[in-house]
């Protein structure tokens, strides 16, 4: 069973974003910031991390450079829900330093669940 951690600030959105892949049969970890996320990636061993972006402290797009440097074959997806055309530069930029998909908040379960699938068949086999 894959093991997915979530990353995000806000904690409904976690609840939320959790619940659905629990739904969805995988097991899933929680962080309120990338340096929490990290500790988690440092301690157990993760298939695919959700981060969102924007977020205080540690933010996504330098958790997303971290996990690359030390962890390059870890599949990470960023979300954001910054609207508008800065959400989508905040998007396009995370893609730019390592994140292998890119979701735009709000989004459906299906969308989400769908590529984790994509991400979890092309991953590295141990």
Do not use: H, W
């Amino acid at each position: 069973m894959s093991v997915i951690l979530v990353i995000d600030d806000e904690r409904k959105i976690r609840q939320m974003v959790s619940g659905i892949l629990v739904n969805a049969g995988y097991d899933v970890l929680e962080a309120r910031d990338g340096a929490e996320g990290l500790q988690f990636c440092r301690t157990t061993v993760v298939d695919v991390v959700i981060t969102d972006i924007v977020m205080p402290g540690k933010e996504g797009i330098e958790t997303i450079r971290e996990l690359r440097r030390e962890y390059p074959d870890i599949r990470i997806v960023a979300m954001s829900g910054g609207g508008g055309r800065d959400n989508n530069a905040y998007l396009e930029f995370a893609q730019r330093l390592g994140a292998d998909e890119i979701i735009a908040k709000p989004f459906r379960a299906g969308d989400l669940t769908a590529i984790l699938e994509r991400l979890i068949a092309k991953a590295p086999q141990s």
